[in-house]
């Protein structure tokens, strides 16, 4: 019985897989290194963070390689492996000098307006040296010292953190500084004295630096103006507790290494940084393109538009962008808005652009006198019928636009701007925001 259940279970039991043939790897190999190969003819020399097929192709075809270092189809593949890995990790160009020469340009005068500032600011700092209170903090303590005590005081606030510690009180808009223990001040930004300068600084980041966004702090030379009861806390939730705090009423704003600003109440724009008239002049004169030929070609447009974004040249900009993209105000927003974003694409993301392929163009409103397949059915005389009832011809163009970092690595995958012109004349470009 014994025997009859031996025999039973050995009748039951699977045999021994059979090894893969060769084959069969080759097959199987063939199989996920097509995919892989698939995976990255779509990327278009971007780079991915998850490759599905990647980990399968490269374990195959290295065991294939390995059993079989002579085989003429595996060395193949081997070569194909190794090509499309390359090519998984992005394209690359050369980075020249002539390519980064904008960051050069903009950091010599950044020093240049710097240097500027900090000779104004330390002038202003003995205008008022009189006046300024010896120290900051521990602030006057409002139980011992009155208002009409610090009437023409003024107070030097080194760690201003804008909008950070800005909050919404009862009595005003602030930026805090300060701690319970040393006492608070409360710089008023809800008025002119504020507002002025601020929008100067924020030009000088426009114009001259982008690097101004990674500043934390700025200093603060201010009038001490009134005393109140606030809670600083930043947050919606309020969670703090009220403090008096010394209101002080800017006077200047100064950046370390970047911008001073001051108040200018009779002009254009109730506040100015210093060097300013200075930054109009000289960038004129390095400008490398200053306007948008009528003739320009698709791609050369968007060259030029790559341009006047790196040279910070935005009167440039806005004239290559369809007028109709900001008529409205809001549009005006929406353009300084995404000049911006540029901006700090081009400082932190990549350096250079490159056209990828001549630009496709189409007719998308009106009658398309460059359709031959339609035309060649039509006479004379169709055509100028269906012109007129067409209305504006309105052709729209797809630039393909690649762009590089400073160490000559492709970004990302290929971008496309639409650009548009009508009745024949200039193009401009319409999908202006899309990154490169």
């Not at 330390?122 to 300024?132: F, S």
């Not at 009155?146 to 760690?159: H, N, P, S």
């Not at 254009?268 to 000289?282: K, L, M, N, P, Q």
């Not at 948008?292 to 962008?321: G, H, R, S």
Request: aromatic share 12%; with cysteine; glycine share 6%.
């Amino acid at each position: 019985m014994a025997c009859a259940v031996a025999i039973g279970i050995g009748i039951l039991s699977p045999a021994p897989a059979l090894a893969a043939s060769k084959e069969q790897l080759i097959g199987q190999a063939e199989y996920y290194l097509s995919e892989f190969e698939k995976e990255v003819a779509r990327q278009r020399g971007g780079e991915k963070a998850v490759w599905r097929s990647k980990q399968d192709a490269l374990s195959r075809v290295q065991a294939l390689k390995e059993q079989y270092p002579d085989d003429a189809k595996v060395e193949e593949m081997f070569q194909r492996t190794k090509a499309a890995l390359m090519k998984s990790k992005g394209d690359f160009i050369e980075i020249t000098p002539e390519m980064t020469a904008y960051l050069q340009a903009e950091d010599k005068l950044r020093q240049e307006i710097a240097a500027l500032g900090k000779k104004t600011w330390d002038d202003k700092l003995a205008e008022y040296r009189d006046k300024l209170l010896e120290k900051p903090f521990p602030t006057p303590d409002y139980k011992q010292v009155g208002l009409e005590e610090l009437t023409d005081k003024y107070v030097v606030l080194d760690d201003i953190q804008y909008p950070q510690k800005q909050f919404y009180g009862i009595t005003g808009e602030y930026v805090a500084t300060g701690k319970p223990s040393t006492g608070y001040y409360f710089v008023n930004i809800d008025g002119r004295d504020w507002l002025g300068p601020y929008e100067a600084v924020k030009r000088f980041r426009r114009q001259v630096d982008t690097g101004l966004d990674e500043v934390k702090s700025w200093s603060v030379l201010a009038r001490i103006s009134n005393i109140t009861s606030e809670n600083p806390d930043p947050s919606e939730k309020k969670v703090g507790t009220f403090h008096f705090g010394w209101v002080v009423t800017p006077v200047a704003l100064y950046v370390p290494g970047h911008v001073m600003a001051y108040a200018t109440p009779d002009g254009d724009h109730t506040g100015a940084f210093v060097g300013e008239d200075e930054v109009a002049r000289i960038k004129n004169s390095q400008y490398s393109v200053s306007s948008v030929p009528d003739n320009a070609t698709p791609e050369q447009l968007m060259n030029i538009f790559v341009t006047a974004i790196k040279e910070k040249n935005y009167a440039l900009y806005q004239a290559c962008i369809y007028p109709e993209r900001y008529k409205e105000d809001i549009g005006q927003d929406e353009l300084r808005y995404h000049w911006d974003l540029h901006q700090g694409r081009f400082h932190g993301e990549y350096v250079h652009v490159t056209i990828e392929q001549p630009a496709k163009i189409s007719v998308v409103k009106g009658f398309d006198d460059k359709n031959d397949a339609e035309n060649f059915f039509l006479d004379d005389k169709q055509k100028a019928a269906l012109n007129q009832v067409s209305g504006p011809k309105i052709e729209e163009a797809v630039v393909e636009t690649r762009a590089w970092n400073q160490y000559g690595k492709s970004v990302g995958s290929p971008k496309q701007h639409r650009l548009r012109r009508e009745n024949g004349g200039r193009w401009y470009i319409y999908d202006y925001a899309p990154r490169f």
